[in-house]
């Protein structure tokens, strides 16, 4: 009974994982095809590991999406997703995503929005983790 329900909490931790996944992966790659101006920019199909990428993707979002209300609907779901993902499952690099947030939203949305997003993800992580890894702590 017991390898069952671990079994079980595996299953559910693997399929969060790849369904939050598929969901990224939908939002980089199908979802830029249906808007206008977007599939010719280089900059967006991957994560800023630099500076220097960062301000590439800045520049690219600020000059072709941020102005239209369907784009900038599709940048903040885009970020909020990725934000959500990285914090609930707890994988480095979030401080990029905050300068990120900072560039392109400015300080007036970009700060309380990282904030709230930080909260929820580190919500979500422990409850993730107390789900998965309650037994397994407490031995």
């Known amino acids: ?3 069952q329900k671990k079994m079980f909490k595996l299953v ?3 399929f969060l994982v790849i369904i939050s996944l598929a969901w990224l992966y939908f939002l980089a790659t199908e979802v830029p095809n249906l808007i206008p101006g977007l599939k010719q920019h280089e900059e967006l199909s ?3 590991s630099s500076i220097e990428d960062l301000k590439a993707i800045t520049q690219v979002l600020s000059q072709t999406l941020i102005d239209d209300q369907i784009g900038f609907s599709y940048v903040l779901t885009l970020f909020t ?3 959500l993902f990285k914090q609930t499952f707890a994988i480095p690099g979030s401080v990029f ?3 990120l947030a900072g560039a392109i939203f400015g300080l ?3 700060f309380p929005l990282t ?3 930080t909260a929820c993800g580190a919500t979500l992580c422990y409850l993730l983790a107390k789900f998965a890894g309650r037994n397994a702590a407490s031995r």
């Open 12 to 14: 559910v931790v693997i």
């Open 97 to 99: 995503l905050n300068l």
């Open 115 to 117: 904030c709230f997003l």
């Open 46 to 48: 991957k994560f800023p």
């Open 81 to 83: 997703s990725a934000y």
């Open 1 to 3: 009974m017991k390898f």
């Open 108 to 110: 007036s949305l970009g």
